[in-house]
């Protein structure tokens, strides 16, 4: 066995956790979930956050750092935006609350950076160089930049400006199911979402993650871009392994 790490993912539904083998990249047991309390404020999330902690430190050792996302800008600790989580979080030093919460020492992540950071290490982007573009597709759209294999963080292309909207409320995966979109009908929406990145970004890979992806078969052999676009392949276990390498790597170079 390799170097054991902790990830915790927040999510608009569950708040889920796993120690993580951080060599592979493997679960070392099956993750544990609890419910995202309703309202989602830092007090109750971070409850959430010591307990799950609580429950899986015997599989860590006690000094080891435990990676945990957020999906929202997460600046030096501090979440900075909240698009789909509650407004009380903006300014609250993330990482702070939670060390100070769990007794150990936490690293919190943008949820998509995390992602980004284990498809990089152990995914479909595995040693991938150049520049990696990883977005995810659920509730919003999140992003991640890689230049070869380091992260440039919070990069937040899910929200540039598609004719005078914000794009991830007109083609993020939660807008296909609340308008009944076909694949292909969604897949129009995405063309003209991932030209508009390329135009400006041009990257050599892109990697599509989020729920979703377990369907992309269905939507992205439809698109046509200048670089490879493919699914992801961690799915739902990549915020957790990415927090859980980035709090380790963060921790090695501090
Ligand atoms: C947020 C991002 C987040 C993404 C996916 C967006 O609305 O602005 O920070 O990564 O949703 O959760």
Redesign the pocket.
Known sequence: MGEAGLGIDIGGSGIKGAPVDLDNGTLLVDRVKYPTPHPALPETVAEVVARLTEDLSGHVPSRSPVGVTF???IQHGIAR?A??VDPSWIGVNVSALLSERTGREVFAV????AAAVAEHRFGAARGAVGTVLVT?L??????ALLVDGRLVP?T?L??IELDGRDA?TWAAASVKEREGLSFPDWASRLQRYYSAVCRVLWPDLIVVGGGVSREADQFLPLLDLPCPIVAAHLRNTAGILGAAALAHERRATN
């Open positions: 999906p929202a800008v935006t698009a789909n943008n949820d998509a950076d995810t659920g509730t919003g759209i999140g992003s919070n937040e899910g929200h991830e």
